[in-house]
């Protein structure tokens, strides 16, 4: 199975600031045929689903704000949010969909 | 507007059974392929099983539920359901059902608000 490692596992960050999330994967998650990073970030809130942000490790997906990106290829990867916000604060999975079984990082709550 | 509605947890003793069920409105579910992930009380995220949409039917699990649970979809009734037998302690969680995002199926991109399985004496 591809292990996701999650750095660090929580940081606190004062609003308007950058918050900087990284994870590493113990395989290659790059397709060479396509050229893609098989990465997703999701956001979690307290009580509530996890909310899908990124896919193919930069790809926002549709209506997620632009102060998140996704960087990274390969093994290591990075979730940053520039201008922290106050609805930010949660916890942020990554997901590799590369093969299965598809795994998940362990998880890093920010704060504020 | 997408909405995903789970049902059937609930507290089952070790060895028992469960049907969770999935309604979908909002989408055309047939063209979706759709997954339940699940989530341990205070734990992370776990993906436990994907079907394809209905136009070339593909199953996944994760190794720990094979031969124990069961992913089926009804598109005539969008519906999902995974049917879990032999329920042991670790598959206490909320179970999420999931669908897959159109251009990447693997992913997750909408979420329903889970329902949550106690298995316990």
């Known amino acids: 199975d591809i292990v996701l490692t999650q750095s660090p596992d929580s940081l606190t960050v004062s609003q308007g600031e950058r918050a900087t999330i990284n994870c590493k994967s113990s395989?290659?998650?790059?397709?060479?045929?396509?050229?893609?990073?098989?990465l997703a970030w999701y956001q979690q809130k307290s009580g509530q689903p996890p909310k899908l942000l990124i896919s193919w490790a930069s790809t926002r997906d549709s209506g997620v704000p632009d102060r998140f990106s996704g960087t990274g290829s390969g093994t290591d990867f990075t979730l940053t949010i520039s201008s922290l916000q106050a609805e930010d604060v949660a916890v942020y999975y990554c997901?590799?969909?590369?093969?299965?079984?598809?795994?998940f990082g362990q998880g890093t709550k920010v704060e504020i | 507007e997408v909405h995903l509605v789970e049902s059937g947890g609930g507290l089952v003793q070790p060895g028992g059974s469960l049907r969770l069920s999935c309604a979908v409105s909002g989408f055309t579910f047939s063209i979706y392929s759709m997954s339940w992930v699940r989530q341990a009380p205070g734990k992370g995220l776990e993906w436990v099983s994907y079907?394809?949409?209905?136009?070339?039917?593909?199953?996944y699990y994760t190794e720990s539920v094979k031969g124990r649970f069961t992913i089926s979809r009804d598109d005539a009734k969008n519906s999902l359901y995974l049917q879990m037998n032999s329920l042991r302690g670790d598959d206490t969680a909320v179970y999420y059902c999931?669908?897959?995002?159109?251009?990447?199926?693997?992913?997750?991109?909408?979420w329903g608000q889970g329902t949550l399985v106690i298995v316990s004496s």
């Open positions: 997901q590799q969909y590369y093969s299965t079984p598809w795994t």
């Open positions: 395989q290659n998650i790059l397709y060479n045929s396509n050229n893609k990073n098989y």
């Open positions: 079907i394809s949409s209905s136009s070339r039917t593909i199953i």
């Open positions: 999931v669908r897959g995002l159109l251009t990447a199926d693997r992913t997750f991109d909408r």
